[in-house]
Antibody, heavy 122, light 107 residues
Framework: QVQLVESGGGVVQPGRSLRLSCAASGFTFSSYAMHWVRQAPGKGLEWVTVISYDGSNKYYADSVKGRFTISRDNSKNTLYLQMNSLRVEDTAMFYC???????????????WGQGTMVTVSS | DIQMTQSPSSLSASVGDRVTITCRASQGISNWLVWYQQKPEKAPECLIYAASTLQSGVPSRFSGSGSGTDFTLTISSLQPEDFATYYCQQYNSYPYTFGQGTKLEIK
């Protein structure tokens, strides 16, 4: 079945780095734009970044621009989020999510992973 | 950035009630609006996209309307499984932005 599974979360000190992964299965990964969305404990949803289906276009929220990098490996059906210079305020559950339509950059998210928790603390 | 404002922030209702949640965009977004439902400790799920199109598998008691800056999500007859938090989100332009959420609780 269509599935996204995140991994790579954990506890990290401020200023350190972490890389999240999102493994996709059950669909043609290379045809869909992919997003990362985060949710701080007890708070609402915050869109973080998007990458086009072919990796040629990327956009970031101002809060992570210059610190986070989204990438994908279509041969491995995997999405990544490299997070550098982590801050306490980056503490959140990180979800990967898929665009609803193929071959577009910009749509509602129809498939979400279960999330991976990132805690930034000294 | 486009700001999305939901109201109310919380709502108490009973099974069988009709409820409406509103979402306002700070500038026009045509119909590029989606509604998600999130239950505790779970990922969000898409209910309605393009402001009024029901996602496959979503019960018909959910409906959406609106265009431009003002949108509504209506649940025609609340069921026990509908008690959750609801978010609107615009996908007209980056950065995508969410409303702050509406927590629907049992009265």
């Amino acid at each position: 079945q269509v599935q996204l599974v995140e991994s790579g979360g954990g506890v990290v000190q401020p200023g350190r780095s972490l890389r999240l992964s999102c493994a996709a299965s059950g669909f043609t990964f290379s045809s869909y734009a992919m997003h990362w969305v985060r949710q701080a404990p007890g708070k609402g949803l915050e869109w973080v970044t998007v990458i086009s289906y072919d990796g040629s276009n990327k956009y970031y929220a101002d809060s992570v621009k210059g610190r986070f990098t989204i990438s994908r490996d279509n041969s491995k059906n995997t999405l990544y989020l490299q997070m550098n210079s982590l801050r306490v305020e980056d503490t959140a559950m990180f979800y990967c999510a898929r665009d609803r339509e193929q071959l577009v950059l910009g749509d509602a998210f129809d498939i979400w992973g279960q999330g991976t928790m990132v805690t930034v603390s000294s | 950035d486009i700001q999305m404002t939901q109201s109310p922030s919380s709502l108490s209702a009973s099974v069988g009630d009709r409820v409406t949640i509103t979402c306002r965009a700070s500038q026009g977004i045509s119909n590029w609006l989606v509604w998600y439902q999130q239950k505790p400790e779970k990922a969000p799920e898409c209910l309605i996209y393009a402001a009024s199109t029901l996602q496959s598998g979503v019960p018909s008691r959910f409906s959406g309307s609106g265009s431009g800056t003002d949108f509504t999500l209506t649940i025609s007859s609340l069921q026990p499984e509908d008690f959750a938090t609801y978010y609107c989100q615009q996908y007209n332009s980056y950065p995508y932005t969410f409303g702050q959420g509406t927590k629907l609780e049992i009265k």
